[in-house]
């Protein structure tokens, strides 16, 4: 897992008229790069996370257009890639990946909903995860409510045990 890096590049085409974002992915320490990208997906990748101990686990968000973004998950090293999100209407700054915890990993995407800060957390299991909850709704603190954004995300060393995530806004 140690050489294995992933990357988000995009680039334009002789006339700079067309955009193209494709997935790289290398796996010896970023000497080469091979393209990952899934050609079914409608979106542009954006955004890449793992949880930095499982290199083959690997987070995608795409931007959809429209402003929705969507998050696809793969357990297998890109070589294939589930959907885990309906479209989030959220403009995107922060994704990040859990550790593995008793063979669960919590994903977290956080941005702003172009008024307030937003974090939205899964559990993911393999390449499925379950329903996704607005972690900016926190009953034990209701005045989290912040007008900016969600740009830096992280799950604490004690995640295992307590739960947390740090967040910048």
Do not use: C
């Not at 090293?77 to 550790?99: I, M, R």
């Amino acid at each position: 897992g140690g050489d294995t890096a992933y990357a988000i590049v995009y680039a334009y085409d002789e006339d700079y008229v067309t955009q193209d974002y494709r997935l790289l992915k290398s796996e010896d320490g970023a000497a080469t790069w091979d393209d990952i990208t899934d050609d079914d997906w409608t979106g542009n990748p954006f955004m890449v996370a793992t949880d930095g101990e499982d290199a083959d686990f690997v987070v995608v968000a795409l931007d959809m257009g429209g402003g929705l973004v969507s998050v696809y998950v793969s357990d297998d090293g890109g070589s294939t890639f589930e959907q885990v999100t309906p479209d989030l209407t959220l403009t995107v700054y922060a994704l990040e990946v859990s550790p593995e915890v008793d063979g669960d990993r919590d994903i977290a995407i956080g941005g702003t909903d172009g008024t307030n800060a937003e974090l939205w957390r899964s559990t993911a299991t393999g390449d499925s995860a379950s329903g996704w909850e607005d972690a900016t709704l926190v009953a034990d603190y209701p005045g989290w409510v912040v007008d900016s954004a969600v740009v830096d995300i992280h799950f604490a060393p004690s995640w295992d045990e307590d739960n947390t995530i740090l967040v910048a806004t």
